[in-house]
């Protein structure tokens, strides 16, 4: 731009960088030699303005039905005569509300997103847009609020492909007695973008530490769930702790397995203010549109008063590390510095940077960097907040169908620097660490799947179902049926926009301890999760540890959260597990020490004649049978109880079993619930076998709870096809 760096590059010429002179031209850069003033070279450099540039404010506003509200627009880059106007529409037209001439918005009298737009007068092509949500909830406020549109939702879904560029027959490799990981990786690697490689049904073996890697925009399918199986017959065994002797994947879903060194970060030079679509950076000379990229900021923790002494957290409350003066048994291998040093302040994000959300750009106009989802949550120039690159270039558009895997003793399906890839109608089983596994990713979806009983259903990560971590991000896990782990889902420094969507979640456990109920729904367990949506899920419980530090601002929306898991046989030791025969905690909504602004809204909690000795609030240890509410527990002596925690926490038209009545938030007169958070219509597999009620949790209804199609293909023992 003027009088800065080049527009869109820079140069680096002996050490030094051009800066651009005020006025437009061409010019000439010259190298000399100091040791040998003839010896020179020389650069023609093309300096350009720096053009218009458009701005709105604010980036997302909630209004609400039949609302109004004011946004205002400003203009830079203009030059002398140019009209620093802009004018105002909206995006979707007359369905998406009217604004007038000095930007004042009126929401439409229906529920959605819409994109209030400022045009430049000088130059048509410049214009911003912001995110208007009309919404009857106006519980849901603009801090714990973003714009969920996770998995390949915001590219026009899941792609149906139908060119098969090669078929992999089992019979080839003796139906499962030969190894199969050379043929199948040869077509993968031979078959052109956008199409499929074809699983014949019959079994496919994996073995000696092999992976088969998905590292390009195909397909892979095989014949269906419960016809193709992918088989590591020397990894993961049920009731096994050990992993087998070269512990691997089946499948990757990515470029490489390890991270090497690479990549850079540059300074943001104001901050990225939530809901905005772009950032400012000091040099955008390493980005460029298309890319995906890593936005983060440093923690600021230092210590803060907490009653066991103090804690290693951020001043805010933002992030909150487990670490204590004095120390504890349970501390992670942190180490109390400015930034945060020790191992576990890297184990899931780069060093002491756990809040985070990967982007994907969409344009870069000098030092300004556009993406094309908003900003989750704020990132400070006071937390030294970066944008960075990868070291390795994401694998985008692949996908996994139709097929089940089993016996992979180092996660099973992995997706690692992945993007806009996919699982569809997977049977996934009997693993070590995870059953899918989300790292460095962006806008992944797993659905439609079954992943169940873990080979070692244990904390630690030895058994955990579905994992995010590493800052993936926007993040779609629908219609699944999860079951017989031991977390069944877990949320590392990551999740940011992410939702769990309309699954059936049940039977998480610890195999040495059944008896102990475990978290069930849950974006926790390594500090800086922030901004997840749950919602249309069944599970026994909601809750987010703080074993490994916070997570911050979830939305639980219209789940039904029992309180008490299905019975089901321990398969370490074949005895029952029986929450009626007092088993704990039980409890139907649980929140961690630490887990501050969570928001609670439209659930169904418990079930109905099964609330005898339960009590509303109640905190850990349980006195009682259980409770609906369990905000701000702590599992560890001396069992205090995060008060912060309660204080935060919205809680607003949930209807429970044990009062038989739904609990409004009393300063809120607005009891009207829309039908969901992310999705604009009823989900198309509502609509498979017989047809079921959307949505199907209703707290403000005669009817409470319909039916979830998950958890109906459970209880029918069709996992794969709709009653």
């Known amino acids: ?35 040998d003033p003839a010896k020179k070279d020389s650069a023609t450099v093309t300096v350009t303005p720096p053009g218009i540039f458009v701005s709105l404010a604010p980036p997302m506003a909630i209004v609400p039905l039949g609302g109004k509200h004011a946004f205002s627009a400003t203009v830079t880059g203009t030059t002398r005569g140019q009209s620093s106007a802009v004018t105002w529409s909206v995006e979707e037209g007359a369905a998406g509300g009217s604004v007038d001439a000095n930007g004042n918005y009126t929401a439409p009298a229906a529920e959605g997103v819409f994109h209030v737009v400022a045009t430049s007068a000088a130059d048509a092509s410049r214009s911003a847009r912001a995110n208007a949500i009309a919404t009857s909830l106006t ?104 992993a087998g002797p070269h512990p691997s994947p089946l499948i990757i879903i990515g470029p490489a397995r390890w991270g090497q060194p690479g990549g850079s970060s540059t300074n943001l030079t104001s901050d990225a203010v939530k809901g905005a679509y772009s950032v400012t950076v000091a040099s955008a000379s390493a980005f460029r549109a298309g890319q995906i990229v890593l936005l983060d900021e440093l923690s600021g923790a230092a210590w803060q008063a907490d009653p066991r002494g103090q804690v290693w957290a951020s001043p805010d409350g933002r992030v909150t590390w487990q670490l204590h003066n004095p120390a504890r048994p349970t501390d992670d291998p942190l180490k109390p510095t400015t930034p945060t040093s020790g191992d576990a302040a890297g184990w899931f994000c780069r060093q002491d940077r756990p809040t985070n959300e990967i982007k994907k750009i969409i344009a870069v106009s000098g030092n300004t960097v556009t993406f094309d989802t908003p900003v989750h949550i704020s990132y400070r120039t006071s937390h030294t907040a970066q944008l960075s690159t990868f070291w390795i270039a ?25 993007a806009e890839s996919w699982a569809k109608n997977i049977d996934n089983t009997t693993w070590h660490d995870e059953g899918f596994a989300v790292d460095y990713s962006f806008r992944v979806e797993i659905r439609d799947s079954y992943v169940h009983d873990a080979a070692w259903a244990q904390p630690g990560g030895a058994g955990y179902a579905i994992s995010l971590a590493n800052g993936s991000s926007e993040v779609l896990i629908e219609n699944c049926i999860v079951v017989r782990a031991n977390k069944l889902m877990v949320a590392r420094s990551s999740g940011t926009a992410s939702v769990f969507g309309y699954n059936y979640v049940d039977q998480g456990y610890i195999n040495t301890n059944g008896g102990w109920i475990e978290v069930g729904l849950n974006a926790s367990h390594m500090a800086g999760p922030h901004h997840v949506l749950f919602e249309g899920n069944y599970a026994f419980n909601w809750d987010s540890d703080k074993t490994h530090g916070s997570s911050i601002y979830h939305t639980v929306f219209r789940n039904h959260l029992r309180g008490i898991r299905a019975r089901f ?137 319909y039916t979830l199609p998950a958890k109906a293909r459970f209880d029918a023992g069709t996992p794969f096809t709709q009653p």
Request: charged share 15%.
């Open 1 to 35: 731009m003027i009088a800065g760096k080049i527009a869109q590059a820079a140069f680096l010429v002996a050490g030094a960088l051009y800066a651009a002179p005020p006025a437009p031209g061409t010019y000439t850069v010259v190298a000399t030699s100091v040791a």
């Open 569 to 705: 046989t321990n398969q370490l030791n074949g005895k029952p597990i029986d929450d009626t025969q007092g088993n704990g905690p039980a409890r139907c909504i649980g929140t961690g020490y630490y887990s501050y602004w969570m928001t609670f809204i439209g659930n169904v909690l418990g079930a109905a004649g099964k609330m005898s000795g339960w009590a509303n609030e109640t905190s850990f240890p349980i006195a009682g049978a259980g409770g609906i509410w369990m905000l701000g527990w702590d599992d560890w002596p001396p069992y205090l109880t995060d008060q912060r925690v309660k204080a935060t926490a919205v809680r607003h038209g949930n209807f429970d079993y044990l009062s038989n009545g739904v609990v409004w938030d009393p300063s809120n007169p607005d009891h009207r619930l829309p039908r969901s958070l992310y999705l604009s219509k009823k989900p198309a597999f509502f609509n498979a076998g017989t047809g079921y009620t959307w949505p199907w949790v209703d707290p403000g209804g005669s009817t409470k709870l």
């Open 139 to 242: 519980a849901l406020t603009a801090d714990r609020r973003t714009l969920w549109t996770p998995g390949l939702n915001a590219v026009g879904g899941i792609p149906n492909r139908s060119t098969i560029c090669a078929t992999v027959e089992a019979s080839s490799y003796g139906n499962g007695a030969q190894d199969a990981t050379d043929g199948i990786q040869a077509a993968i690697d031979a078959c052109p973008p956008g199409q499929v490689v074809q699983l014949s049904a019959g079994t496919f073996t994996i073995n000696g530490g092999q992976i088969v890697y998905l590292n390009k925009g195909v397909t892979l399918r095989g014949a269906g769930p419960q016809l193709t199986k992918l088989q590591k017959t020397d990894g993961a065994k049920p009731g096994r702790e050990a």
């Open 394 to 418: 994401h694998t985008r558009n692949a996908g996994v169908e139709d097929l089940s895997v089993v016996g992979g003793d180092n996660g099973q399906i992995r997706f690692l620097w992945a």
